[in-house]
Antibody, heavy 116, light 108 residues
Framework: QVQLQESGSGLVKPSETLSLACTVSGASMNNYFWNWIRQAPGKGLEWIGYFSYSRSTNYNPSLRSRVTISADMSKNQISLRLSSVTAADTAMYYC??????????WGHGTLVTVSS | DIVLTQSPGTLSLSPGERATLSCRASRRITIRSLAWYQQRSGQPPRLLIEGASNRATGIPDRFSGGGSGTDFTLTISRLEPQDSAVYYCHQLGNLPQTFGQGTTVEIK
């Protein structure tokens, strides 16, 4: 059974860097896109970016200057770094596997709060 | 960016009734890259429909999707209490990927 599990710092101070990891178990990371998607409290879903099976990345222009998504294929893990965070970055952060047609597998998410 | 506008914002219906949810795109999108998700309270989104009309594995046939171009619909026939959730459309064909703002389905 394929599972995604997010982990990382739940509390980040303003202006610091948010760091999260997503571990993929039960499947290879080949042939898919590995996305980070976030959801502010009570709000909708926002795509942050992905790391693709071809080892390329793509980011939402609204966050591009602050985001880095990388992968360690040997550990079946993808990572998210978001720099210079503010309260507006407080959200549930999900990793999700996608193809060209849908995000078919989601982690349970990890809540990140930005506060001093 | 492609803006997805969902309507209505909230649907309040009784068990057994039919729900029709709309997702309108600001530009034409390819059918294969339009998906629908269900998000129950406190849970991650769950894929219902991919490629505009193909039910995901394990999704009951009460859920159906349709549409093309800029107008897409999700229909839930014979509503059940567990269908109470927020439903999102999602386009993956044009970067950045975007989501609709969601439609809340309430079961009376």
């Amino acid at each position: 059974q394929v599972q995604l599990q997010e982990s990382g710092s739940g509390l980040v101070k303003p202006s610091e860097t948010l760091s999260l990891a997503c571990t993929v178990s039960g499947a290879s990371m080949n042939n898919y896109f590995w996305n980070w998607i976030r959801q502010a409290p009570g709000k909708g879903l926002e795509w942050i970016g992905y790391f693709s099976y071809s080892r390329s990345t793509n980011y939402n222009p609204s966050l591009r200057s602050r985001v880095t998504i990388s992968a360690d294929m040997s550990k079946n893990q993808i990572s998210l770094r978001l720099s210079s965070v503010t309260a507006a970055d407080t959200a549930m952060y999900y990793c999700a596997r996608s193809s060209f047609s849908a995000a078919d597998l989601w982690g349970h998410g990890t809540l990140v709060t930005v506060s001093s | 960016d492609i803006v997805l506008t969902q309507s209505p914002g909230t649907l309040s219906l009784s068990p057994g009734e039919r729900a029709t949810l709309s997702c309108r795109a600001s530009r034409r999108i390819t059918i294969r890259s339009l998906a629908w998700y269900q998000q129950r309270s406190g849970q991650p989104p769950r894929l219902l429909i991919e490629g505009a009309s193909n039910r995901a594995t394990g999704i009951p046939d009460r859920f159906s999707g349709g549409g093309s171009g800029t107008d897409f619909t999700l229909t839930i026939s014979r509503l059940e209490p567990q269908d109470s959730a927020v439903y999102y459309c999602h386009q993956l064909g044009n970067l950045p990927q975007t989501f609709g703002q969601g439609t809340t389905v309430e079961i009376k």
